[in-house]
């Protein structure tokens, strides 16, 4: 089990490469891959990993790489799985 604060500053690394690479097409395709591998390990809820593939569909082109920049999907989906295990443990 990872520590909460070690899942989001792991996350927040992830966005914050993903904010720079976002608009370079073909690196931001692979920054995607490497960013849901690392969730997948890091995360306890593997479905919240995989939402992150949405970011898949966002090649890198001008202007769908800032949207894709835009939405710290990886810290959100960090923060959906802390919040789905505190949920988990009070039930």
Do not use: H, R
Request: no cysteine; glycine share 8%; aromatic share 8%.
């Amino acid at each position: 089990m990872v520590k909460a604060e070690t899942k989001m500053l792991v996350a927040l690394g992830l966005d914050a490469v993903d904010m720079i690479v976002g608009n370079i097409p073909g690196v931001n395709t692979v920054w995607d891959f490497v960013t849901i591998g690392t969730l997948l390990i890091v995360l306890d809820n593997k479905k919240y990993a995989l939402l992150n593939s949405w970011e898949l569909f966002m090649p890198g082109i001008p202007g769908t790489g800032q949207v894709d920049a835009l939405f710290p999907t990886a810290l959100l989906t960090a923060y959906l799985d802390e919040k789905a295990k505190q949920e988990k443990g009070v039930k």
